[in-house]
């Protein structure tokens, strides 16, 4: 068969999440797809695709060629398609951190919209690191190292982690000269315990018992606001509490390196209209105060 059509059976099984549903997609019966696809496993030399019972996953080798394959179809699609500078039109599927989604990326989604009529975004606020191939997702900001190297970033800033507290708790309980003191005070613990609650410095950790542990940041903001403990959130999650005085930075010297703050795409090769979001987004993301190296 076509070797093009045999990578977009390929593209489209990881996109749809199984062969049963690109079979329908591509209007094939599931046992065409599946032969294809192992063909091409076979020529290839190597599995593709992991396949357990409750989904499919690309191995290392099939996100390489996955990434490949999509630059090769999309340049034959542009080959093919005639020249067009009309307007943007399409969806383009984006994902998040709730925080920095809600407060930064959702208005550079509202920009976009203003500028381009005939585009719709479906943006997903989630802290949880979503897969882009499984979820069909065009585009991710993600803070931190990236755990994917397949993935191709952006960098548009960086964030920080920090120890903070209210005044009138330091008025209470005094203010920690060292990261070991942390462990004479009262500490809001933000995020899920899979273990010892531990926060790391730079060449040492300190081992916790935090007095409140709560899963979501806003609530743990509302608690260190009121004087109820210490706690570490990221640097924009806390930007305003800090230029008000409603909360104070403490030991700055023994904050860990910056985290990098980063648009990300599964593939070099994405379509016009998510190319046009992205440069979009990096000079808005990029100009703002609270994901800048000097904060």
């Not at 209007?27 to 030399?45: K, N, Y």
């Not at 989604?101 to 943006?123: E, I, M």
């Not at 690191?129 to 997702?137: F, K, S, T």
């Amino acid at each position: 068969m076509d070797r093009l059509d045999e990578l977009a059976v390929f593209v489209s099984v990881l996109e749809t999440g199984g062969f049963a549903a690109a079979a329908r997609k591509l209007r094939r019966s599931p046992p065409a797809v599946t032969r294809i696809v192992a063909g091409l496993e076979a020529r290839a030399g190597a599995r593709l695709i992991e396949r357990t019972t409750r989904k499919l996953s690309p191995t290392e080798a099939g996100r390489t060629l996955a990434e490949k394959a999509r630059g090769l179809l999309a340049a034959y699609e542009e080959a093919l398609a005639p020249e067009d500078d009309g307007p943007l039109r399409g969806v383009i599927t984006l994902t998040a951190p709730l925080v920095f989604g809600r407060r930064h990326v959702t208005p550079v989604v509202a920009s976009f919209l203003d500028l381009h009529p005939q585009v719709s975004v479906d943006l997903v606020l989630h802290d949880r690191n979503l897969d882009l191939i499984e979820g069909q997702i065009d585009l991710a900001l993600r803070i931190g190292a990236l755990a994917d190297s397949g993935l191709v970033a952006r960098r548009v800033g960086e964030v920080r982690r920090m120890l903070v507290a209210s005044p009138a708790y330091l008025a209470r309980r005094g203010t920690p000269a060292q990261p070991a003191d942390l462990t004479d005070h009262e500490i809001v613990f933000s995020g899920v315990l899979t273990g010892a609650a531990e926060w790391r410095f730079r060449g040492q950790a300190v081992r916790l018992t935090p007095r409140l542990t709560v899963n979501e940041i806003d609530a743990a903001l509302i608690a260190l606001r009121a004087g109820h403990g210490i706690g570490r959130p990221l640097s924009y999650q806390v930007a305003e509490d800090l230029a008000s005085g409603a909360l104070v930075r403490l030991l700055p010297q023994f904050e860990p390196e910056p985290l990098p703050v980063q648009l990300v795409a599964p593939s070099r090769h994405v379509s016009k209209k998510v190319r046009a979001f992205l440069d979009h987004a990096v000079e808005a993301l990029s100009g703002l105060a609270v994901i800048r190296p000097s904060l």
